[in-house]
């Protein structure tokens, strides 16, 4: 039996070790990368323009000398970021959980879809079709409304050019020109809403969490069904959302939390 790696692993091989080695030179040139990972120089090239072209390393000038830029930092403060958000959210959400019994949700942004970071159950037994880690559209989300609502409206397009909008439920938004028309007032009023747009039955209200830079990092939300949901309860969870939230802001280094009217 060949102990030969399929080229794809190969490949991520070469790519780590090429950061790893990257990591400890300010900038290198290609001919001492080489030597030091022992791989031929065109293959070290050809890795090192893909790396470029994604943003991950930086040439300076016309030399053969390269650097790493910091997008890998960004990267794992993101993913560090996110363990911090779970950490403090989760006692916010459990005080929630405590007062209203519903389901609590804690979403983040992921290309073109939310994904759930931390979830506590309700303890009506609400069964709900999400998880930890599971992903949905931004489109027919109160999260993904949240965390789409501070991003400009070409960052909203180029972030959805290629997301086919499709109908959960009678209520889900057609297209994108609808979804725009509402990230306004998502804005205005500090809270996004699914009324049944994702699921039938299901309705949702989420709030900005923001980091020290004032950045929507992650919404913060809360489900229940259709038949425990009144105008008065609405209200009464908005504020407990936005309480929490600007707890767990206060955490991540967000000196003022916005208050909305």
Known sequence: MSNKQPEAVSSVQKTMAIFETLCTEKEIGISDLSQRLMMSKSTVYRFLQTMKILGYVSQEGETERY??????FEIGSGALSNIDIISYAHSEMSKISDETMEALHLGALDGDSIIYIHKIDSKYKLSMQSRIGKRNPLYSTAIGKVLLAERSEDDVRERLKNVVFTKSTPKTHKCIEELIAELPKVRAQGYGEDNEEQEVGLRCLAVPVYDRFHHVVAGMSISLPTMRFTESKKE???????????VVSSRLGCKEYPSFS
């Open 236 to 246: 009464e969870f908005i504020k407990l959302l936005h309480a929490s939230a600007a």
């Open 67 to 72: 650097a790493l830029t910091l997008k890998l």
